[in-house]
Nanobody, 122 residues
């Protein structure tokens, strides 16, 4: 069992930066691929970034490439999402998720956090 708790969301202006954190419980964090998803009411949930268990492989949605960076610290059981040059269309609830592999994560994550709201004003 893995429990995920997100933090770092908030209200920012367009062009600002924000870093989300996701703290995971359990001793098996380092064996999971981790990802950040976002969802806007009425739209499907979108994976914006994912990282493999040991960190060398990453995935980014085209909409955030060059602006968002996912990273992880296995010693701290934490995964991060650094978001730069934020746009109003980045406004969403951001969720942290865990899966056995990046591909498995993208198809159907095993664990989800409760989400954190990010609002970008124009």
């Amino acid at each position: 069992q893995v429990q995920l708790v997100e933090s770092g969301g908030g209200l920012v202006q367009a062009g600002d930066s924000l870093r989300l954190s996701c703290a995971a419980s359990g001793r098996t964090f380092s064996s999971y691929a981790m990802g950040w998803f976002r969802q806007v009411p009425g739209k499907e949930r979108e994976c914006v970034g994912a990282i493999s268990s040991s960190g060398p492989s990453t995935y980014y949605a085209n909409s955030v490439k060059g602006r968002f960076t996912i990273s992880r610290d296995n010693a701290k059981n934490t995964v991060y999402l650094q978001m730069n040059s934020l746009k109003p269309e980045d406004t969403a609830i951001y969720y942290c998720a865990a899966g056995r592999t990046v591909i498995a994560l993208l198809r159907n994550a095993d664990y989800w956090g409760q989400g954190t709201q990010v609002t970008v004003s124009s």
